[in-house]
């Protein structure tokens, strides 16, 4: 029997499309796509869910742009405040409509050149930023 090894993306390696990923290695900073939730509900996204247990109200993404289901009431009171709910890590690309940030971890570890990886830092827009025309002659 043959074992297959996975295969690994070592630290040199940039990945396909890394504006596509949601988090990025490729040096010692490590930064994090994240998403706001409290944006979610203000602006009543259509991927939203919510269902009740126990007396509350609990709100997730079906999508899974985010895995963790958020107590509504805490969230408002959170929401409330001058700090906000705040961001909660994205588990998979956030959708054009997601309010999104790249969160940097350890900025301090950054290199004298800046980001090695700049296309991580691209968030989805709700529409394509450039436009491609054809014109064929006969």
């Known amino acids: 029997m043959r074992v297959v090894q996975p ?15 949601v988090e ?5 900073v490590r930064c994090d796509k994240v ?5 979610c509900v203000e602006t009543g996204c ?6 009740e247990d126990h007396g509350h109200t609990f709100i997730g993404c079906m999508q899974k742009v985010y895995g963790v289901e958020i107590d509504l009431d805490m969230l408002r009171a959170a929401e409330a405040r001058r700090d906000g709910f705040g961001a909660v890590r994205a588990l998979r690309r956030p959708l054009p409509m997601c309010r999104a940030e ?35 002659s006969s």
């Open 7 to 21: 295969q690994t993306r070592t630290g040199a390696e940039l990945p396909l499309r890394p504006q596509d990923e």
């Open 24 to 28: 990025c290695r490729q040096c010692e």
């Open 35 to 39: 998403v706001y939730p409290g944006a």
């Open 46 to 51: 259509p991927f939203l869910y919510a269902y």
């Open 102 to 136: 790249v969160e940097p971890c350890y900025e301090g570890r950054s290199g004298e050149l800046g980001c090695v990886n700049p296309e991580f830092l691209e968030l989805p827009v709700g529409q394509p930023t450039f436009r491609v025309f054809a014109q064929v």
